[in-house]
């Protein structure tokens, strides 16, 4: 048997009056997904166990089997290992965003307008990698010491090691904070000190950059400031292999997914034109997918633009983001499958990301369990939804269990 994970990132949502009280994933036309809903297991798991934030990480990681509550450190340090930046066991990792702020000058750390200062843009408008990489260059070698090191990721997310640094302190995620003042989300507790005067610092390196100069030129959000989250120390998962007794490889545009990948002994395919955004390469990932099972037991394709969009607030972007992950992603996989046994297939986001409040949240998902030559029309689900997936009993509390339940149940039977 060969497994593969479809995965739109915060796919699920909130209903919304513009669409007529239906959420962005029951208006988007998605007959794939119907189809698989229809013809195959349709339920819902909570990825987000109580006491945890609901982000990509944790969500992720309990979608591939493995419990949050026990395996998560934090983010950095999953992402630290997608570029390969090694962690001493005191080493302290964080995600660097290169974020756009409004209406002030946090260079000057007394000044007036350092407290009416915004998010104005949590991806400085997903700058590009190229860019990115210049004005890292230039934080690290204002900001860098032997303690404090920068490192270079993918379009707006980087990465900062601290070393012996602290890691209780509570630092915001900068997509959960957008048109706000970011003064009520600066960082608290231990350590907090250095991590907020590295973030002020930073705005007077990159005010007035090259690249931020040509930048506002073309009418784009400047990258003005860095944003410091996601903290953690290396974790410690078993490889996917010898948990489950399968070979794996992961498709992603994101850091995020990679390091986990990494860290779980997968192999790491990178595919043209995979952005992380709505402009990516639908199509080639699910190639690629198709053509991994050929050498491995187990792919993940992760999609990353339904997430984007919802953290944006852009309704008609998380539709579209819905429907061509539907049409060129499920849709890729479902033709070339056709009728075709000895595949099982798992298609889910990983949390809500509801365009109304432009973040996560941690209510359950809804998933679907398909196995092409194994239809069963006999629980008789007609679409894929939040909506729908409420009315079927099969409700896993553990979201974590669902790799398991995945490998041991199949797409029919009970």
């Keep these: ?172 995620p900068p997509h959960d904070i957008t048109g706000r003042e970011i003064a009520d989300y600066m960082p608290v507790g231990d350590g907090s000190d250095v991590i907020d005067d590295l973030m002020r610092r930073s705005s007077g390196v990159l005010k007035g950059h090259d690249v931020n100069k040509a930048r506002e030129e073309e009418g784009k959000h400047p990258a003005n400031s860095i944003w410091l989250w996601g903290q953690g120390k290396k974790p410690s998962l078993p490889p996917f292999l010898e948990k489950y007794g399968l070979t794996g490889a992961m498709i992603s545009a994101v850091d995020l997914m990679k390091g986990i990948a990494a860290i779980l002994g997968f192999k790491v395919l990178d595919v043209p034109g995979a952005t992380g955004y709505i402009d990516t390469n639908y199509v080639g990932k699910a190639e690629a997918a198709l053509k991994a099972l050929d050498d491995v037991d187990f792919v993940y394709v992760h999609v990353e633009a339904p997430d984007e969009a919802g953290h944006g607030g852009n309704m008609e972007h998380k539709v579209k983001a819905i429907e061509d992950f539907d049409d060129k992603v499920v849709g890729t996989v479902m033709e070339a499958l056709k009728g075709r046994p000895g595949y099982r297939i798992l298609v889910m986001p990983d949390h809500p990301t509801p365009v109304v409040l432009k973040t996560h949240t941690s209510d359950p998902v809804p998933f679907i369990i398909y196995e092409p030559g194994a239809e069963d029309t006999s629980r008789g689900h007609k679409a894929y939804n939040e909506e729908e997936a409420e009315r079927s009993s099969l409700y896993l509390e553990d979201g974590y269990k669902i790799m398991e339940y995945l490998i041991n149940n199949g797409g029919s039977g009970n």
């Design 1 to 172: 048997m060969k497994y593969l994970v479809l995965l739109g990132d915060g796919m699920a949502g909130y209903p919304l009056d513009e669409l007529g009280g239906k959420t962005t994933l029951a208006y988007a036309k998605t007959p794939n997904m119907d189809y698989m809903a229809a013809h195959g297991k349709l339920g819902r798991a909570k990825t987000v166990p109580k006491g945890l934030p609901p982000g990509s990480d944790v969500a992720n990681l309990a979608v591939l089997g493995y419990d949050p509550a026990k395996h998560y450190t934090g983010r950095a340090p999953l992402e630290a290992a997608s570029i390969g930046v090694p962690l001493g066991p005191d080493d302290v990792a964080f995600r660097c965003n290169l974020v756009t702020l409004k209406h002030c000058d946090r260079s000057d750390s007394g000044s007036e307008s350092s407290r009416r200062c915004y998010m104005e843009d949590f991806s400085a408008g997903h700058i590009t990698t190229p860019e990115a990489h210049k004005l890292i260059a230039s934080i690290g070698e204002a900001l860098g010491s032997d303690d404090i090191k920068f490192y270079p990721g993918v379009s707006y997310r980087h990465l900062m090691v601290w070393k012996g640094g602290k890691d209780r302190l509570e630092c915001v």
